[in-house]
Nanobody, 125 residues
Framework: VQLQASGGGLVQAGGYLRLSCVASGRTFSNYGMGWFRQAPGKEREFVAAISWSGQQTYYEDSVKDRFTISRNNAKNTVSLQMNSLKPEDTAVYYC???????????????????WGQGTQVTVSS
């Protein structure tokens, strides 16, 4: 699976951005999808994930009620709507595809087999 993320940019605190990730190469609907982020000097961290059907979603605590992950299997896309952005959300955001896409649990980090190239999100205070 090849993943191409887009939609990053510079926004003021309290603003919003919508990230998109387009997949190609394999059957998109077979994969769980996730968004991760990595700030300078920090490890990559989980942000949100969605099951293959879109039925189940998972969020990191700090983004709950602000971010929404969704997918469109007909268009091979996964999106991350980010509202009420904070300076601490500043990072490079990556989309990833997981071999586990069920609804019983979120995918484990090592189950993400494919990664996009990342898109920069900068939130100014």
């Amino acid at each position: 699976v090849q993943l191409q993320a887009s939609g990053g940019g510079l926004v003021q605190a309290g603003g919003y951005l919508r990230l998109s990730c387009v997949a190609s190469g394999r059957t998109f609907s077979n994969y769980g999808m996730g968004w991760f982020r990595q700030a300078p000097g920090k490890e990559r961290e989980f942000v949100a994930a969605i099951s293959w059907s879109g039925q189940q979603t998972y969020y990191e605590d700090s983004v709950k009620d602000r971010f929404t992950i969704s997918r469109n299997n007909a268009k091979n896309t996964v999106s991350l709507q980010m509202n009420s952005l904070k300076p601490e959300d500043t990072a490079v955001y990556y989309c990833a595809a997981s071999s586990y896409g069920g609804t019983l649990r979120p995918p484990k980090f090592d189950e993400y087999n494919y990664w996009g190239q990342g898109t920069q999100v900068t939130v100014s205070s």
